[in-house]
Structures are given as structure tokens and as C-alpha cells.
């Protein structure tokens, strides 16, 4: 691959072989050695319907079985 220039951005293209869907978003890190990583966005769970219906706390500590930390009382 070479990068290319598009305006004001350069463009990777991806080789139809990889079978990625036209329109897919993605977040990309850059490593010190100049890698770049590009990771698929998964769904915004707090624009989600049922966002305020989600409880991310866990309910129960991995070793003890018990409730620790800021559990509501």
C-alpha cells in the first residue's frame, strides 16, 4: 500500500480482498515505531435507546463473590 493524497488528508487504500464493508468507521492508534492500528468502532452504548437502562457496575467482586467499592445502598 501507498499512502496518496486527497485534499487535505491522505487516503490507505484497503485491497477489496479483506472484505471490509464500504461506510465502516474505525479509531486509529499510531505506535512509536510508526504502526498504525486501526480497530473497528463497536456501537456507542450511552446514544444507544436503552442507554439509561444500562448498569455497567459490576454486581459482584471476582474473588469474594461479594459487593465492594461504591455500591449503591
Known sequence: MKARKQGNALVLSIPTKLNVQEGTEYMVMKEEDGSLIFTPK????????????????PDKDEFDNELVGREEI
Open 42 to 57: 463497536g456501537p456507542d452504548i450511552f446514544t444507544q435507546e436503552n442507554a439509561n437502562k444500562t448498569n455497567l457496575r
